[in-house]
């Protein structure tokens, strides 16, 4: 738990929960040495806050049901010490209902009437981690209370750090806007991946079709191919709505396409990684593979949901020899596997069969790992600026 000195107006949102990875570290030293930031796990604190931030994890269940007990754990405790005049604004994502009919009886459970003692309010964290041109300040925020003194509470609350406030009628709208913007993401990541299958089998280029599709100037939007989508956020919370749709009788069949196609990426990658091996005369059971990038996105460290980890797992599984290399991750113990980066040398590149790159790190110069390596297959066109050698590189 963040705790903001009271009176000292938050330089960004008093959170419930870890601060984001891209927040920087020297912001933060110097809050805390002037007194206006602390971190505390004692919840008797949050008495003396007048806004309580919640952006706890909101993960699946095995069986792709959302899994609510951080939210329902956090509540419990913030029902314990809620005082009135406080406002609480879950940022986490979640289904629509979750604020209205998780969070509302626990909170009024003590006593406390929302409207009138206590403000209630959903507003969706919109974060782009890595994003250099956008930050929490320069972000839009949807913003949607329980009720009107809810709506205008927490409008005033936000308003203070955030450039531009955008209110909803409910809390229920605020948790759709943010589901459907990870679906949107989903759904066209899907479409897209869908294309590299066909163009796969008709022999196409992927890469050159939607790089020419996307110099129209209107009516299009750029999304990329790749061994998968990963993160905490495109691949489970579409499966949120999904799930809360059913108690609608209502079958969002895009979603599940979408899920179906992205899941289906990495054993995409394992079938072509061992069509390039024949191509090479290696068989998969003899091949030493170096795969390149394991987070989930360029330039990150997380690999949370990473496909590359599943593509690890599969490309184990048919007995090859696997190392890695990613200048953000130095090991790793995800799903099952553990590794330890490798360092990336000549040598390397020269006694691996095939480099697969999995995550498109800029800081990796692909054009010497052309240059050294015996072949590339690359899921993520992060060979595009290497001119020479372009007949040892296999595009997804
Ligand atoms: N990180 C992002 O880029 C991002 C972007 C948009 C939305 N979100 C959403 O925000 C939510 C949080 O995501 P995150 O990436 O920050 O997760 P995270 O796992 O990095 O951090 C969550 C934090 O909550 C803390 N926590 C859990 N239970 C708690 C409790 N009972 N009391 C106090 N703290 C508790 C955990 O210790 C952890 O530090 C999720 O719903 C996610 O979908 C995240």
Same mark, same amino acid.
């Given at each position: 738990?963040?705790?903001?000195?009271? +009176?000292?107006?938050?330089?960004?949102?008093?959170?419930?929960?870890?601060?984001?990875?891209?927040?920087?570290?020297?912001?933060?030293?110097?809050?805390?040495?002037?007194?206006?930031?602390?971190?505390?796990?004692?919840?008797?604190?949050?008495?003396?806050?007048? !806004?309580?931030?919640?952006? !706890?994890?909101?993960?699946?269940?095995?069986?792709?049901?959302?899994?609510?007990?951080?939210?329902?754990?956090?509540?419990?405790?913030?029902?314990?010490?809620?005082?009135?005049?406080?406002?609480?604004?879950?940022?986490?994502?979640?289904?629509?209902?979750?604020?209205?009919?998780?969070?509302?009886?626990?909170?009024?459970?003590?006593?406390?009437? #929302?409207?009138?003692?206590?403000?209630?309010?959903?507003?969706?964290?919109?974060?782009?981690?890595?994003?250099?041109?956008?930050?929490?300040?320069?972000?839009?925020?949807?913003?949607?209370?329980?009720?009107?003194?809810?709506?205008?509470?927490?409008?005033?609350?936000?308003?203070?750090?955030?450039?531009?406030?955008?209110?909803?009628?409910?809390?229920?709208?605020?948790?759709?806007?943010?589901?459907?913007?990870?679906?949107?993401?989903?759904?066209?990541?899907?479409?897209?991946?869908?294309?590299?299958?066909?163009?796969?089998?008709?022999?196409?280029?992927?890469?050159?079709?939607?790089?020419?599709?996307?110099?129209?100037?209107?009516?299009?939007?750029?999304?990329?191919?790749?061994? =998968?989508?990963?993160?905490?956020?495109?691949?489970?919370?579409?499966?949120?709505?999904?799930?809360?749709?059913?108690?609608?009788?209502?079958?969002? @069949?895009?979603?599940?396409?979408?899920?179906?196609?992205?899941?289906?990426?990495?054993?995409? #990658?394992?079938?072509?990684?061992?069509?390039?091996?024949?191509?090479? +005369?290696?068989?998969?059971?003899?091949?030493?593979?170096?795969?390149? =990038?394991?987070?989930?996105?360029?330039?990150? +460290?997380?690999?949370?949901?990473?496909?590359?980890?599943?593509?690890?797992?599969?490309?184990?599984?048919?007995?090859?020899?696997?190392?890695?290399?990613?200048?953000?991750?130095?090991?790793?113990?995800?799903?099952?596997?553990?590794?330890?980066?490798?360092?990336?040398?000549?040598?390397?590149?020269?006694?691996?069969?095939?480099?697969?790159?999995?995550?498109?790190?800029?800081?990796?110069?692909?054009?010497?790992?052309?240059?050294?390596?015996?072949? #590339?297959?690359?899921?993520?066109?992060?060979?595009?600026?290497?001119?020479?050698? @372009?007949?040892?590189?296999?595009?997804?």
């Amino acid at each position: 738990m963040l705790n903001f000195k009271k +009176g000292v107006p938050p330089p960004r949102e008093a959170v419930v929960g870890d601060p984001r990875p891209d927040v920087c570290d020297d912001d933060l030293r110097v809050l805390v040495h002037k007194g206006q930031l602390e971190a505390v796990s004692d919840y008797s604190r949050v008495a003396e806050m007048d !806004v309580i931030v919640i952006a !706890v994890p909101t993960p699946l269940t095995k069986n792709l049901s959302p899994d609510l007990q951080f939210i329902e754990s956090v509540t419990r405790e913030l029902a314990r010490v809620l005082r009135p005049g406080q406002l609480i604004s879950l940022e986490s994502t979640t289904y629509p209902g979750t604020t209205e009919e998780i969070m509302l009886p626990i909170l009024e459970a003590s006593g406390l009437k #929302v409207e009138r003692d206590f403000f209630l309010a959903h507003s969706p964290e919109r974060v782009d981690p890595g994003n250099a041109r956008f930050n929490t300040k320069n972000t839009t925020k949807v913003v949607g209370g329980v009720g009107p003194h809810s709506q205008a509470v927490a409008v005033a609350f936000y308003a203070q750090t955030i450039s531009q406030v955008v209110p909803v009628s409910s809390a229920n709208a605020a948790e759709m806007v943010k589901v459907f913007e990870n679906t949107f993401r989903a759904v066209n990541i899907g479409l897209v991946n869908e294309m590299a299958l066909l163009c796969d089998r008709m022999g196409l280029n992927v890469w050159e079709v939607l790089d020419a599709a996307f110099t129209k100037p209107f009516g299009i939007m750029p999304f990329y191919p790749g061994p =998968g989508v990963g993160g905490h956020c495109i691949p489970l919370d579409p499966h949120y709505l999904e799930w809360k749709a059913r108690e609608f009788n209502f079958n969002t @069949r895009f979603i599940a396409l979408a899920g179906e196609i992205n899941r289906k990426m990495p054993e995409f #990658v394992r079938e072509k990684t061992h069509r390039v091996l024949n191509q090479l +005369g290696v068989a998969p059971a003899w091949a030493k593979l170096l795969i390149l =990038g394991v987070s989930y996105k360029r330039d990150l +460290g997380d690999v949370r949901e990473s496909p590359a980890i599943e593509v690890i797992k599969l490309l184990q599984e048919a007995g090859s020899v696997l190392v890695y290399h990613d200048p953000y991750v130095p090991a790793f113990s995800e799903h099952g596997v553990a590794m330890e980066s490798t360092p990336l040398t000549d040598e390397l590149l020269a006694e691996c069969d095939l480099v697969v790159i999995a995550s498109d790190h800029t800081t990796i110069d692909y054009s010497w790992v052309v240059a050294k390596a015996n072949h #590339v297959l690359d899921t993520r066109n992060a060979t595009r600026g290497a001119l020479a050698n @372009r007949d040892k590189i296999t595009l997804l």
